[in-house]
């Protein structure tokens, strides 16, 4: 992802060194909060780059409960992905943390290792929930305005999705992906009747 950075959230000065130090030996760019009024201010200026956003619950002023509530009702169109830090025993915290629309947790003392998997695993489903949003966008649209027209897209996926996957299953095409990438394209193949107006595109019979 391009200009990606992680937001890390903590008013604990030690956590945050320690934590941004891992974040950036593992190559990413990091951007340090002390509060979560400050972390609204970081992720206002640019919220697409602020991909990963890592906070602490227990914070003054504004709490991390507060600060997720905040993020995913100010971003309708952006969605990061919220991990939370807690401590040993905090498991009711935690719960209400995942319910308000956090993605996952990390215990302290934060494991550098596990802080890798957790941002990789954190990218790699937001890369899927985009492709999601680009494989139900065409549908979404072309179902408003006519529902065979749909329907008939839905089925050109699924045939897509199992011929791509036969033929990489035989050749090697280099990429695992390469099923799902068919996929997306094949949803847009009718796209064009998008502007087609609905005197002609649900017009019975034949057009000439």
Request: hydrophobic share 40%; net charge negative; with cysteine.
């Amino acid at each position: 992802m391009e200009n990606f950075a992680v937001l890390l959230v903590d008013d604990d000065k030690l956590t945050l060194r320690v934590v941004g130090q891992y974040i950036e030996k593992i190559g990413y760019e990091v951007r340090t909060a002390g509060g979560g009024w400050e972390a609204i201010e970081c992720f206002e200026e640019d919220p697409h780059r602020y991909r990963i956003i890592i906070t602490d619950l227990a914070m003054p002023e504004m709490d991390g409960f507060d600060l997720i509530r905040a993020i995913r009702n100010r971003s309708p169109y952006v969605y990061p992905y919220i991990i939370v830090l807690s401590g040993h025993g905090e498991e009711e915290f935690v719960v209400k943390a995942l319910k308000l629309g956090a993605d996952n947790f990390l215990e302290k003392p934060v494991s550098a290792r596990k802080l890798a998997a957790y941002i990789e695993s954190g990218l790699q489903k937001l890369t899927w929930l985009t492709l999601d949003v680009l494989l139900e966008l065409p549908m979404k649209i072309l179902e408003f305005q006519d529902e065979y027209t749909g329907k008939h897209v839905r089925d050109i996926r699924i045939i897509a999705f199992l011929l791509a996957k036969a033929y990489s299953e035989r050749y090697d095409v280099g990429d695992p992906h390469f099923p799902e990438y068919v996929q997306i394209a094949s949803a847009f193949h009718d796209i064009g009747k998008i502007v087609l107006p609905d005197g002609l595109l649900k017009k019975a019979g034949p057009y000439t």
